[in-house]
């Protein structure tokens, strides 16, 4: 298939330093969650990125030296020379798809762990280190150590040149850096030649830079990568003063510029929070100060954007991260005019969360991410099917969709039945929520490509009994009903059933489908035991339709999991423009009283309208009366109807099944473990 011309800009070469992309697309560093403990994993999910296209991929944030010792969180180590094998294996996956490879060169400094090593954490100063789970504080480098750490720097260099990398970077971003460090006024009260002003606190950068050049000495390209702006921190840098004032110090000292925002909440905001492109109102002025290529991030999924960028000298290089998480071959499809084919990113930052728990990656859009070595699974090349088969799927949310969608992939007559006039189940409800439009996504392309294929259908407003199941006649009957949110209090940090006629009970879904009193300043209660974003966002709504709302949580803190995708401090801004009232540690007793878990205190129950967002009951009556898996013989559960989560869980939830189905004689659930003792 030939590039249609309006993308044949995206495709041009682009000369960077001594080394040369073949495209425009860079695979942004980010962590794959498998460290440097699994490497297979981390080495066949970068590769899948360079099979897609992306022209440039990154190795994420990579240790340079036992004192920055992130662990738990699962970073890649080029500590010594046993890390460079490994490497070398990951430089070859790349090229192997004639990509150029880059590795991220990172230094803690305060925000390092060293809980694995217990050496001391270093910085600028003396100061608490910049982790509130780690009771400990840097300490201040001295003349020594700072040349100990250009050493190690140098030393990590050398190793990475050797591994055969084409893109050396030097890491200066998200405040995850020592070189952010040195560079703050907030974190360095230093006297001597690296503190105080400017010229001095930036001084340790530029020496990085120089030494990182000197080394690669054409070789490999060198990258600096860079926060210019660092949004609402207190004495932060901004693109208008420091940011600026360093790009200019270093213009064009390196081989590329890689622009972002700090810290990292800001650098990948959610769809709820920012569109695409939002960083560019930052990042924008680098390209009029350095004759250096540029590439940027801001969770770019559309092509007639990125062409734009280009065309318009905003940037040289499109980076994703996101985005080549949720579609490793985007690049692919907009050369091979394949556009409607992209699974573009929602921006719900699920991804972001499985770094925290220290695991392989997730992704709501990409299910097979991370499953490329562990499991062989390929986000394009359909699953292994023994024979073809007649499926009927009940309910077209994410679950069923992507189940339906991965057996039509693999040839199968597919039906899916849907009781609602809409596809999409819970993502078409949720999507039309504050600030959730993109979640969509999930729903339309599963839609449109089941709509390409003359081997599946969706039949809509058509509610399925049992006996419309037998009638059906399949070989297979998939139950993707979902599942329904509690009234009864149950929920995170309450498993008995609280009943009361003194209020009004509502739920999400009685919010979704508009179902509740909407006379103007009626007096609302969110309770929230279920801490993830839903609770925030109904009230959200209710605040937008003028209603007075408290937003009530047994626990210490807003939306207490959402801290995982990055959001919770944007939702306690956006709740609190909308002058919403909180109360948190006030928990519903058996006798719908609010107490507080700490005092014992009553909260007075001034609103009769009580939203309880707690616990969901999966909708499988179809299965659990026994009926029909006493007539059918393969009936399986999938997504909030096996077991009510994320849509994420569901989506991956209803691939798996999908492949259980496909191939009923394999454990699909079994994976393949990386061992360290061969
Ligand atoms: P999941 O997240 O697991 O995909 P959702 O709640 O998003 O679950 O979707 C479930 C879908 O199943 C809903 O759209 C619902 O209307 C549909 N559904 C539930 N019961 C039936 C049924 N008996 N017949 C057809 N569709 C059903
Ligand atoms: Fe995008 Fe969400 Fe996938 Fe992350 S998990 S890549 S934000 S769709």
């Known amino acids: 298939m030939t590039t249609p011309s309006q ?107 060293n809980l694995t090593t217990g050496l001391p954490i270093i910085g600028p100063s003396n100061l608490s280190v910049l982790r509130p789970e780690i009771p400990s504080q840097s300490k201040a480098m001295d003349l020594t150590d700072i040349k100990l750490f250009r050493n190690e720097h140098k030393a990590a260099v050398k190793r990475s040149l050797k591994a055969g990398y084409d893109i050396i970077y030097v890491y200066a971003a998200h405040g995850l850096s020592i070189l952010s460090h040195f560079l703050s006024i907030d974190t360095n009260k230093r ?85 695409e492109a939002y960083q560019l109102d930052y990042t924008n002025f680098v390209k009029s100060i350095t004759s250096k290529p540029v590439v940027g991030v801001g969770r770019f999924t559309s092509p007639d954007l990125m062409v734009s960028l280009i065309k318009n000298r905003k940037l040289d290089l499109i980076g994703g991260a996101r985005p080549s998480i949720a579609d490793p071959f985007l690049p692919s499809k907009i050369k091979n005019n394949q556009i409607e084919n992209i699974r573009e990113c929602i921006g719900c930052n699920v991804c972001v969360s499985m770094d925290a728990y220290g695991v392989p990656v997730k992704c709501t859009q990409n299910p097979t991410i991370s499953e490329e070595w562990r499991k062989g699974w390929h986000p394009e090349t359909p699953a292994i099917s023994r024979k073809k088969e007649k499926h009927l799927i009940i309910g077209s949310g994410p679950a069923g ?65 049992i006996n419309d199941i037998k009638e059906f006649g399949s070989d297979t009957v998939t139950l993707a009903t979902g599942a329904t949110w509690r009234a009864d209090c149950v929920g995170s940090t309450n498993f008995e059933p609280i009943e009361t006629k003194k209020y009004t009970i509502l739920t999400p879904d009685d919010i979704m489908l508009e179902k509740f009193p909407n006379s103007t300043l009626d007096q609302f209660i969110v309770y929230d035991d279920d801490h993830n974003y839903m609770a925030s966002v109904i009230a959200e709504k209710l605040l937008n339709n003028g209603h007075n709302v408290t937003y009530v949580t047994p626990l210490p803190t807003v939306s207490t999991w959402t801290q995982y995708t990055l959001e919770q401090a944007a939702i306690i801004e956006r709740l609190k423009s909308l002058e919403i009232k909180f109360a948190l540690n006030y ?60 849509i994420q869980a569901a989506v991956l939830s209803g691939h798996q099944t999908a492949r259980k189905i496909l191939d009923r004689d394999t454990d699909i659930l079994y994976s393949k473990r990386e061992q360290t003792i061969q």
């Open 587 to 646: 928990k519903i007793n058996q006798n719908f009283e609010l107490i507080n878990t700490i005092d014992n205190k009553k909260l007075k129950l001034t609103s009769e309208h009580v939203v309880i967002v707690g616990g969901r009951i999966p909708n499988d009556q179809l299965f659990s009366d026994g009926q029909l898996i006493n007539t059918i013989q393969n009936v399986f559960l999938t997504g909030d109807c096996l077991v009510p989560g994320t």
């Open 7 to 113: 993308y044949k800009a995206l495709f041009a070469p682009l000369k960077i330093g001594p080394v040369t992309a073949p495209n425009r697309f860079f695979a942004s560093p980010h962590s794959t969650g498998h460290g440097w403990t699994e490497p297979k994993g981390a080495i066949a999910l970068r590769a899948m990125k360079a099979e897609g296209g992306w022209g440039t991929v990154a190795v994420g944030l990579t240790e340079i030296s036992p004192n920055s010792d992130y662990a738990n969180h699962p970073m890649e180590r080029i500590w010594d020379e046993e890390d460079i094998p490994r490497h070398h294996l990951q430089v070859n996956e790349i090229k192997k798809h004639g990509s150029l490879s880059a590795i991220e060169l990172g230094h803690g400094g305060m925000q390092s762990r």
């Open 191 to 275: 006297f001597d030649q690296y503190g105080g002003t400017f010229e001095n606190r930036i001084r340790l950068l530029k020496e990085i830079l120089e030494d990182t050049l000197e080394l690669a000495n054409g070789n490999a390209a060198v990258a600096l990568r860079f926060s210019v702006a660092e949004p609402n921190k207190p004495n932060g840098i901004s693109h208008e003063e420091e940011g600026r004032d360093a790009v200019e110090a270093l213009s064009e000292l390196p081989d590329l510029w890689d622009v972002n925002l700090s810290g990292w909440p800001k650098d990948s905001q959610t769809s709820r929070f920012a569109d």
């Open 401 to 465: 969709l992507e189940c339906a969608l991965t057996l039509a992939n693999a040839g199968h007559d597919v039906t899916v039945a849907e009781t609602r006039n809409e596809p999409g189940g819970r993502v078409a409800q949720e999507a039309r929520l504050p600030g959730l439009n993109a979640w969509n996504r999930v729903k339309d392309y599963r839609v449109y490509q089941l709509s390409q294929k003359n081997n599946s259908r969706i039949f809509l407003s058509s509610h399925m009994s």
